[in-house]
Nanobody
Framework: QVQPVESGGGLVQAGGSLRLSCAAS????????VGWFRQAPGKEREFVAA????????YYADSVKGRFTISRDSAKNTVYLQMNSLKPEDTAIYYC???????????????WGKGTLVTVTS
């Protein structure tokens, strides 16, 4: 069983950048598809981005396409979410999840981290 652990959240001004990391305790995350999801205050959790276990296929929500990039470094057993041109509406708790397949939803995601808070000020 793999346990995702997020890091890299924080406070940033609009237009700024942050890079989130998703490492794993227990088994390696390198053999899992990984997704990033977020939940803003008062809203339901939503899909942000996902990457196949090979890294060859990526998926993005329309709201972040062109601004966010998901990638993985198997040697470091880590998946990244590079977030550029951040907007106040990107403010949320960001969760990393690992599972057997990547898609535009949380289907296939079996293991969830506890989240990291991203706050974007205007």
């Amino acid at each position: 069983q793999v346990q995702p652990v997020e890091s890299g959240g924080g406070l940033v001004q609009a237009g700024g950048s942050l890079r989130l990391s998703c490492a794993a305790s227990g088994r390696t995350i390198s053999t899992y598809a990984v997704g990033w999801f977020r939940q803003a205050p008062g809203k339901e959790r939503e899909f942000v981005a996902a990457i196949s276990w090979t890294g060859s296929t990526t998926y993005y929500a329309d709201s972040v396409k062109g601004r966010f990039t998901i990638s993985r470094d198997s040697a470091k057993n880590t998946v990244y979410l590079q977030m550029n041109s951040l907007k106040p509406e990107d403010t949320a708790i960001y969760y990393c999840a690992a599972g057997h397949w990547a898609s535009y939803s949380d289907q296939g995601m079996d293991y969830w981290g506890k989240g990291t808070l991203v706050t974007v000020t205007s």
